[in-house]
């Protein structure tokens, strides 16, 4: 296959980049592969590579990720990019380190379709799908910033829907497991419920984790939170669910961000436990950030701990999340729109101004959704 026109680095796979090098030396192809590919190593520190075919792969493969933005928690465990992409559009990846491992959440399209209320990315609509290069670089660059810890896990669980753009999520995870080495149990995509794409998964030869943002187990509300249901409503979501389970042995998890008053009563508990417990899912419990375009806020912390009492005594496996990097503009999309209101007062931001801005203008407690998941 020819390389796609106007590709950035991550964008090929080994028989393009040996095609776009035809005449070049096999050995030549394995370093270049193994270098920028496999160790995601800059070009710049490839100095077995010729000064000259370097400066043209530069040019004819750029990056694709521009860093606008970077924020890093104040206990250093969390760090947040804004990137600018070569059209202009704007995505975030999210680096969590834990005792035991560390997890990148990526995000999959510039914006997102699926228009859930309280989402801030959802709220500022869809505006293109990522290119598979655009989704593998932030899990070279954050792997590269990781180090000397090693990058064990991956979520696809970002801005956008994955299973609205497998066509290249799909050899994404394929390069990041095969190239990058990560194991399948180390990934997992999250999706808001679409149910052919959570087919497609069941028949792929890869077995990732899948997590499935619930936040409402019976469909009036489910409508109403997570509009797809109403194309996918609850009842097919769970026969796509037990199908995924029983063909993968995977784990499958629910996530649940608690919502004052709306998501957190004692009947969404029972609803949620008996869903749960009938396809032996674990939930992940957070509580919502507020957003502009949804100020309700999260249930309280006392209310949380209440809730995930209750569904245990009810059956479910529940975690209650940490909130990580709250003092970071941490949830999907806020980043990105606190960065668009800087822009009117500044024209220009660096990457060192914008970070002090970050710090001085933290918003309400956040959180990255990526940072629910435990895996
Ligand atoms: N579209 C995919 C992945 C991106 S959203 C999906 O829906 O799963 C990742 C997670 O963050 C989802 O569970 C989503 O419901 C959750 N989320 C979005 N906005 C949130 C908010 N303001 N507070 C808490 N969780 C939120």
């Not at 394995?30 to 710049?44: M, P, S, T």
């Not at 959802?122 to 899990?139: C, D, M, P, Y």
């Amino acid at each position: 296959m020819s390389p796609p026109p106007s590709s950035s680095r991550y964008d090929l796979d080994r028989d393009q980049l040996a095609e776009l090098l035809a005449g070049e030396p096999r050995y030549r192809i394995d370093q270049l592969w193994d270098g920028l590919y496999r160790q995601g190593r800059d070009l710049g520190g490839l100095s077995n590579v010729p000064k000259a075919l370097r400066a043209r792969l530069d040019d004819e493969l750029p990056t694709a990720l521009e860093p606008v933005a970077e924020s890093v928690s104040d206990d250093g465990e969390t760090v947040k990019w804004l990137w600018r992409l070569p059209d202009d559009r704007s995505v975030e990846t999210v680096l969590m380190h834990y005792a035991d491992r560390s997890t990148v959440c990526i995000s999959t399209q510039a914006g997102c379709a699926m228009a859930c209320g309280f989402c801030a990315t959802g709220q500022a609509g869809f505006e293109r799908n990522l290119s598979i290069g655009e989704i593998v670089e932030q899990v070279i660059r954050a792997r590269q910033h990781a180090l000397p810890r090693r990058l064990s896990n991956v979520v696809l669980m970002g801005m956008g829907e994955p299973l609205a753009n497998l066509d290249r999520v799909w050899p994404a995870v394929e390069r990041i497991h095969g190239d990058l080495g990560l194991s399948a149990r180390h990934l997992t995509i999250s999706t808001v419920g679409i149910i052919p794409g959570i087919r497609r998964l069941t028949e792929a030869p890869l077995p990732v984790n899948l997590a499935v943002s619930l936040h409402a187990a019976n469909d009036e509300l489910r409508d109403e939170l997570v509009p797809i249901n109403r194309r996918y409503p609850l009842a097919a979501l769970a026969e796509a669910c037990d199908a995924y389970v029983e063909a993968t042995h995977r784990r499958l998890s629910f996530e649940w961000a608690l919502i004052d008053g709306v998501n957190d009563r004692r009947r969404d508990a029972e609803e949620l436990a008996a869903y749960a417990r009938a396809r032996r899912a674990h939930v992940n419990l957070i509580p919502l950030n507020p957003t502009p375009g949804y100020p309700t806020r999260g249930t309280p912390p006392d209310r949380v701990a209440a809730f995930a009492a209750l569904l245990s005594d009810l059956g479910a496996n529940a975690t209650v999340r940490r909130n990580r990097g709250t003092d970071i503009d941490a949830a999907c999309g806020q980043l990105r729109a606190t960065h668009a209101a800087d822009d009117q007062r500044t024209s220009t931001v660096t990457l060192s101004e914008a970070r002090i801005a970050r710090r001085s203008t933290s918003p309400v407690s956040t959180v990255a959704p990526g940072q629910t998941t435990d895996s």
